[in-house]
């Protein structure tokens, strides 16, 4: 049932990506439980700009939960403290009234701070870029039935393939891997037959660009599946390594 | 006044696209290196002309507003992907996918293109296999498929309930391949502020390049091509509250259209009928529930005043009804179609009810989708394998949970058919300026069946685009790569910075937000789901305050040559209150009801669309005559050879 709640934000505010950032507190007031975290930063927005203020910037777009900008660091928590959620699917009514609610960008080497909560995620597309594709043109391919793939085979690829790419997994590991999101990939393709043709170059290509793009080393915290709001399940990143390992035994 | 030329190629219906392949001018290898390509938006439209484009060997440059292509609003389609296929053994065929089309767009698109979208549907389903999307599988290892609205048989393909999400990043795969390759270039956090057209050799305009901003440094540079396809989705977003995503916009189509591109039926919006109810004045968007929900959900509302209001009130909860004292309203006027009728269809009826008093939710403005039936049919598990993840996100969203209660959904703006007119070639009244997608009119009629804008977005990304644009080309290899610093760019650029000082000097008191919602308002209360003259007018005379109010009070805080996010929507608000002005000129002088476009003085006495095929059978295009005044209507006739016009019937 409805109701409303007050609450501290506490916002990390930053010019740009070279500049000083820190933390600015503001005071919300009577705000309906049933709005949606990013609703209630559009009330915040809203009466910033009425004070002629400039608003606080963030990622999002869909609002649905599926296109991956959202990207909030909500009280410790990559998208909250809801697991299997985004930040836009976030709600209020998971909140107390009185609650201090620390609102920060992701944090990792590899994606410096833009402005405010916004981040640059450019290294997700060139580590796509990088491999995580099947190497086909458009046309001259065969009938959608003419390869047969087990339920459980396209059911398991469809769990990988669910990656929304929002980077929640290299913001929560300590590392800043990068793991989850390029194994996710790796996994949906080599688990099909479609992928596994260049399964062993794909997985060395992305593990690459991943290296030297400055993400960080996997250490199996399980912290990235833990938090990824699609929860990506690790077992992609055991798959990932088989596939890199074969691959190098190949060289 | 120019003759409208679609360019519809000679021969029967199914032989038109085949001909027009074998006859149509192509480019050569070496020349195609020579041509560069702008491709505005990376949705599965953009996405996927971009990757063909540059896998053919043309030079592309692609352009989107979020930080990488994969955000594109196709991503959220949940539901799936039409294409006759054939493969249930159900009566599926081309022409039946052609002729489903055709009547669910209430028999307002034209026959050539959409023939031709569904001869093409089949190649959609393989390339998406051969690139790797996940879709549903049966355990016999082939392709599964389910029922949408406005069709007997099964031809959707799907993965889970994201079937757009697989979709859109096997094009953006696709694409990534091409980057890699060296063929695209993608330019991420940039918009397209203004078209530009350069005078050819025998002083015919043509469209040669795009102003653009830089949404991180705020810059406005410039880009030129020898040919611009924009891809840049519907104009939902002109309602504020729509399922669109916040970043969609019809700013694009509007600056093709002030340079001259045709507008065609702009008044065709849809309003899909499965959404989850407004709830509160702080709410920034709307949540679809998928259509694929109709195939098991059964949709009722109580029968009795009595009771409606109890439910309004809280004092019954849907499961105190009994089974006898529901309306399952569809099934009961539509006993052919049922819960599967089409979109304008189902969310006209609902409002109906609604209008009646029987509508639920504390608002009154909602009816139920209920599971019960099917739980009690298939089981708790099976319905969980099918819907999960929508049941999911419904209970985060609303806090009930669907498998115990039954779930509250009401109509809301979702596509817009009409669009950026463009001939059979997808080229628009703009010689080298081609529109693909939603944001295109071509396909869908006065209404769009589920699951068609996927498979409409591929089709004319993967499969026509890259052909007809050749044919435009051929003529261009001898142009050499353009300078951006001619003085039409010089010009371009210079309107776009006067219009960005004009409204940063505003200086007024309204945030951006607050005048878009006011713009909603009017849109949905006077040129939503029921039009009239009287309304219409209302809107415009509205209309025109809110422009007022937009010039006079606006408030962008901030500077504008930096990352401004104020400033991103207020150009984009200003588009919108245009957009709402041309669908109101359109509703206005199309007084017929057909599709998801209903003018109250012409129904049938049952409550059904009444079309006047003797005045209205043709495609309205509106050509932009400068600002503060009318635009000027063509007309487009659409005849008719292959089938027989008919009034919709689901009834039998």
């Given at each position: 049932m409805e109701k409303n709640i007050s609450f501290t934000l506490k916002v990390w505010r930053q010019r740009g990506p070279k500049e000083k950032g820190a933390f600015k507190e503001y005071k919300m007031q009577?705000?309906?439980?049933?709005?949606s975290f990013l609703e209630m930063l559009d009330i915040l927005n809203e009466q910033l700009v009425n004070k002629g203020e400039e608003p606080v910037v963030f990622d999002h777009d869909c609002?649905?939960?599926?296109?991956?900008?959202c990207s909030l660091y909500v009280n410790g928590h990559p998208h909250g403290p809801?697991?299997?959620?985004t930040t836009c699917q976030?709600?209020?009514?998971k909140f107390k009234d009185g609650d201090v609610i620390t609102v920060e960008p992701w944090r990792s080497a590899g994606f410096p701070v833009i402005r405010d909560l916004m981040v640059d995620r450019g290294a997700y597309d060139k580590i796509m870029q990088a491999?995580?594709?099947?190497?086909i043109n458009t046309g001259g391919v065969p009938d959608g039935n003419a390869i047969p793939i087990s339920k459980e085979k396209a059911d398991l690829a469809m769990d990988a393939a669910s990656?929304?790419?929002?980077g929640a997994c290299v913001a929560a590991c300590k590392n800043g891997s990068a793991m989850l999101f390029v194994s996710a990939k790796v996994s949906q393709l080599a688990l099909l037959p479609q992928g596994q043709v260049e399964a062993a170059r794909r997985a060395k290509a992305m593990l690459a660009k991943m290296d030297e793009l400055g993400f960080g080393n996997c250490t199996n915290t399980r912290a990235c599946e833990a938090e990824c709001p699609k929860c990506i399940s690790i077992s992609n990143i055991a798959r990932l390594n088989r596939e890199f390992i074969s691959a190098k035994f190949k060289d | 006044m120019a003759t409208i030329d679609s360019k519809i190629p000679e021969g029967p219906l199914a032989e038109k696209w085949t001909n027009y392949k074998a006859h149509q001018k192509l480019v050569n290898p070496a020349n195609k290196r020579k041509l560069d390509i702008i491709v505005v938006g990376s949705g599965l439209a953009g996405a996927s002309a971009a990757a063909t484009l540059g896998d053919l060997g043309f030079k592309v440059k692609c352009f989107c507003?979020?930080?990488?292509?994969?955000?594109?609003?196709?991503?959220?389609?949940?539901g799936g992907i039409n294409a006759a296929k054939n493969y249930q053994n159900d009566g599926d065929s081309v022409y039946r996918l052609f002729y489903d089309t055709i009547k669910g767009g209430d028999y307002r698109s034209r026959e050539a293109n959409v023939y031709r979208l569904a001869e093409v549907s089949n190649n959609i389903i393989d390339q998406c296999v051969a690139q790797g999307v996940p879709f549903a599988r049966e355990y016999g290892g082939t392709l599964a498929n389910r029922s949408f609205g406005g069709?007997?048989?099964?031809?959707t393909f799907y993965a889970r309930g994201q079937t757009g999400q697989q979709l859109l990043l096997g094009a953006y795969s696709a694409l990534s391949y091409q980057v890699n390759q060296g063929n695209v270039e993608l330019f991420t956090r940039c918009e397209m502020l203004d078209l530009v057209l350069v005078k050819d050799e025998n002083g015919k305009e043509r469209a040669r390049g795009i102003i653009y901003r830089?949404?991180?440094?705020?810059e406005i540079k410039r880009c030129s091509a020898h040919a611009v396809v924009i891809?840049?989705?519907?104009?939902?977003?002109a309602y504020f509250l729509?399922?669109?995503?916040?970043?969609?916009?019809g700013s694009a189509a509007m600056q093709c259209y002030r340079k001259g591109a045709w507008f065609a039926?702009?008044?065709?919006?849809q309003i899909h009928p499965t959404c989850i109810p407004v709830h509160g004045d702080k709410q920034s968007k709307l949540t679809l529930m998928s259509e694929s929900l109709r195939n098991d959900g059964r949709i009722w509302v109580p029968k009795k005043l009595e009771d409606a209001k109890a439910l309004q009130a809280g004092t019954?909860?849907?499961?105190?009804?009994?089974d006898e004292d529901r309306d399952f309203y569809l099934e009961r006027r539509?006993?052919?179609?049922?819960?599967?009728?089409?979109r304008d269809v189902a969310s006209r009826a609902a409002k109906e009810r609604c209008d009646k008093g029987f509508g639920v939710n504390n608002t009154g403005l909602a009816v139920f989708l209920d599971f019960k039936y099917a739980i009690q049919r298939l089981g708790k598990q099976a319905v969980a394998d099918r819907y999960g993840n929508l049941f999911d996100m419904y209970e985060e969203i609303t806090d009930d949970n669907p498998y115990e209660t039954p779930m509250m959904i009401f109509p809301a703006i979702h596509y817009t058919m009409g669009g950026i007119w463009v001939d059979y070639e997808l080229?628009?009244?703009?010689?080298g300026l081609f529109a693909i997608g939603?944001?295109?009119?071509?396909?869908?009629?006065?209404n769009r069946l589920g699951a068609s804008a996927l498979m409409q977005g591929l089709a004319d990304g993967y499969f026509v685009l890259p052909y007809t644009i050749q044919n435009y080309l051929a003529d261009q290899i001898q142009v050499p790569r353009f300078s951006t610093d001619l003085p039409e760019f010089e010009a371009a650029e210079k309107a776009v910075k006067d219009k960005i000082e004009k409204i940063m000097a505003i200086?007024?008191?309204?945030?951006v937000d607050s005048i878009h919602k006011e713009l909603g308002h009017i849109m949905w209360e006077y040129v939503g789901m029921g039009r009239t003259e009287q309304s219409l007018k209302t809107a415009l005379a509205e209309l025109e305050k809110v422009e007022k109010v937009f010039w006079s009070d606006l408030r962008v805080v901030?500077?504008?040559?930096?990352?401004?996010i104020e400033l991103e929507k207020a150009l984009r608000l200003l588009d919108f209150i245009e957009i709402g002005k041309l669908m109101a000129y359109d509703a206005l002088n199309r007084e017929e009801s057909c599709g998801g476009h209903f003018?109250?003085?012409?129904?049938?006495?049952?409550g059904e669309a009444l079309r006047h095929d003797d005045q209205f059978s043709y495609v309205a295009c509106w050509e932009f005559q400068g600002e503060g005044k009318q635009p000027e209507l063509q007309k487009e006739p659409l005849n008719y050879e292959y089938i027989k016009v008919q009034t919709r019937n689901y009834k039998n």
């Amino acid at each position: 049932m409805e109701k409303n709640i007050s609450f501290t934000l506490k916002v990390w505010r930053q010019r740009g990506p070279k500049e000083k950032g820190a933390f600015k507190e503001y005071k919300m007031q009577d705000i309906p439980t049933d709005t949606s975290f990013l609703e209630m930063l559009d009330i915040l927005n809203e009466q910033l700009v009425n004070k002629g203020e400039e608003p606080v910037v963030f990622d999002h777009d869909c609002r649905e939960g599926i296109c991956g900008m959202c990207s909030l660091y909500v009280n410790g928590h990559p998208h909250g403290p809801s697991t299997g959620a985004t930040t836009c699917q976030l709600y209020m009514r998971k909140f107390k009234d009185g609650d201090v609610i620390t609102v920060e960008p992701w944090r990792s080497a590899g994606f410096p701070v833009i402005r405010d909560l916004m981040v640059d995620r450019g290294a997700y597309d060139k580590i796509m870029q990088a491999g995580g594709y099947v190497s086909i043109n458009t046309g001259g391919v065969p009938d959608g039935n003419a390869i047969p793939i087990s339920k459980e085979k396209a059911d398991l690829a469809m769990d990988a393939a669910s990656c929304i790419g929002c980077g929640a997994c290299v913001a929560a590991c300590k590392n800043g891997s990068a793991m989850l999101f390029v194994s996710a990939k790796v996994s949906q393709l080599a688990l099909l037959p479609q992928g596994q043709v260049e399964a062993a170059r794909r997985a060395k290509a992305m593990l690459a660009k991943m290296d030297e793009l400055g993400f960080g080393n996997c250490t199996n915290t399980r912290a990235c599946e833990a938090e990824c709001p699609k929860c990506i399940s690790i077992s992609n990143i055991a798959r990932l390594n088989r596939e890199f390992i074969s691959a190098k035994f190949k060289d | 006044m120019a003759t409208i030329d679609s360019k519809i190629p000679e021969g029967p219906l199914a032989e038109k696209w085949t001909n027009y392949k074998a006859h149509q001018k192509l480019v050569n290898p070496a020349n195609k290196r020579k041509l560069d390509i702008i491709v505005v938006g990376s949705g599965l439209a953009g996405a996927s002309a971009a990757a063909t484009l540059g896998d053919l060997g043309f030079k592309v440059k692609c352009f989107c507003i979020q930080d990488s292509p994969r955000r594109a609003h196709s991503i959220a389609a949940q539901g799936g992907i039409n294409a006759a296929k054939n493969y249930q053994n159900d009566g599926d065929s081309v022409y039946r996918l052609f002729y489903d089309t055709i009547k669910g767009g209430d028999y307002r698109s034209r026959e050539a293109n959409v023939y031709r979208l569904a001869e093409v549907s089949n190649n959609i389903i393989d390339q998406c296999v051969a690139q790797g999307v996940p879709f549903a599988r049966e355990y016999g290892g082939t392709l599964a498929n389910r029922s949408f609205g406005g069709a007997q048989v099964s031809r959707t393909f799907y993965a889970r309930g994201q079937t757009g999400q697989q979709l859109l990043l096997g094009a953006y795969s696709a694409l990534s391949y091409q980057v890699n390759q060296g063929n695209v270039e993608l330019f991420t956090r940039c918009e397209m502020l203004d078209l530009v057209l350069v005078k050819d050799e025998n002083g015919k305009e043509r469209a040669r390049g795009i102003i653009y901003r830089d949404l991180v440094t705020g810059e406005i540079k410039r880009c030129s091509a020898h040919a611009v396809v924009i891809g840049t989705g519907g104009y939902g977003n002109a309602y504020f509250l729509s399922t669109n995503a916040m970043g969609s916009n019809g700013s694009a189509a509007m600056q093709c259209y002030r340079k001259g591109a045709w507008f065609a039926n702009p008044a065709f919006a849809q309003i899909h009928p499965t959404c989850i109810p407004v709830h509160g004045d702080k709410q920034s968007k709307l949540t679809l529930m998928s259509e694929s929900l109709r195939n098991d959900g059964r949709i009722w509302v109580p029968k009795k005043l009595e009771d409606a209001k109890a439910l309004q009130a809280g004092t019954k909860k849907p499961n105190d009804i009994p089974d006898e004292d529901r309306d399952f309203y569809l099934e009961r006027r539509y006993p052919a179609f049922g819960n599967l009728v089409p979109r304008d269809v189902a969310s006209r009826a609902a409002k109906e009810r609604c209008d009646k008093g029987f509508g639920v939710n504390n608002t009154g403005l909602a009816v139920f989708l209920d599971f019960k039936y099917a739980i009690q049919r298939l089981g708790k598990q099976a319905v969980a394998d099918r819907y999960g993840n929508l049941f999911d996100m419904y209970e985060e969203i609303t806090d009930d949970n669907p498998y115990e209660t039954p779930m509250m959904i009401f109509p809301a703006i979702h596509y817009t058919m009409g669009g950026i007119w463009v001939d059979y070639e997808l080229q628009t009244s703009i010689p080298g300026l081609f529109a693909i997608g939603e944001c295109n009119f071509s396909d869908h009629g006065a209404n769009r069946l589920g699951a068609s804008a996927l498979m409409q977005g591929l089709a004319d990304g993967y499969f026509v685009l890259p052909y007809t644009i050749q044919n435009y080309l051929a003529d261009q290899i001898q142009v050499p790569r353009f300078s951006t610093d001619l003085p039409e760019f010089e010009a371009a650029e210079k309107a776009v910075k006067d219009k960005i000082e004009k409204i940063m000097a505003i200086k007024g008191t309204r945030s951006v937000d607050s005048i878009h919602k006011e713009l909603g308002h009017i849109m949905w209360e006077y040129v939503g789901m029921g039009r009239t003259e009287q309304s219409l007018k209302t809107a415009l005379a509205e209309l025109e305050k809110v422009e007022k109010v937009f010039w006079s009070d606006l408030r962008v805080v901030g500077v504008a040559d930096t990352l401004n996010i104020e400033l991103e929507k207020a150009l984009r608000l200003l588009d919108f209150i245009e957009i709402g002005k041309l669908m109101a000129y359109d509703a206005l002088n199309r007084e017929e009801s057909c599709g998801g476009h209903f003018r109250e003085e012409h129904q049938t006495p049952e409550g059904e669309a009444l079309r006047h095929d003797d005045q209205f059978s043709y495609v309205a295009c509106w050509e932009f005559q400068g600002e503060g005044k009318q635009p000027e209507l063509q007309k487009e006739p659409l005849n008719y050879e292959y089938i027989k016009v008919q009034t919709r019937n689901y009834k039998n």
